[in-house]
């Protein structure tokens, strides 16, 4: 069975700081996330009670990010050949115009009715579920937390620590 995966190389077209500033001047939201936010804080001093211990991981944390953020390139063109190697057919697109008409090329290819969608921040920067149902195709949700959140239809908020 061949599997696809879109390596999206431009995920966002969406005016960032007009939803920035709306979300900013959302109380309720500003609220839940202080909350979020605390309970994190505490939850990480519990486990990690040694303070230097903790700052040193996240030095270390932001180091290899940094690294991996200044070899990203070559990293994806890895990941691309590690996929392929597993069966893997990779697609690469550049906008969300192009990332979506990839995945309809392959539910037409396949056929398919309904398309089951994993957690994942590319498939709602893509706004996939909407690009699905203008198209009267089912997009069944694999994860309780995004489909709880589908029902409200909300979009999901996700906190990078």
Known sequence: MSTSAIIPTVAVEE???????NALGDQQLRNNF?????????????????????????ALGNSIKARALSK???????????????????????TVD????????????HEARQVIKGKSMVSEEMELKLFHAARESACL???????????????????IL
């Open 98 to 109: 192009e990332a979506n008409g990839i995945v309809l090329s392959i539910i037409r290819a």
């Open 141 to 159: 949700l694999s994860e309780m937390g995004v489909y709880i959140v589908h029902i409200e239809q909300l979009n999901p908020s996700f906190i």
């Open 72 to 94: 990203l390139p070559d990293l994806l063109e890895q990941l691309e050949q590690n996929l392929t190697r597993n069966g893997v057919t990779v697609h690469w697109a550049e």
């Open 34 to 58: 202080r909350t979020a936010m605390d309970s994190l804080m505490v939850k990480r001093a519990a486990a990690f009670s040694d303070a230097h211990e903790r700052e040193h991981l996240r």
């Open 15 to 21: 005016d960032f700081r007009t939803r920035a500033h």
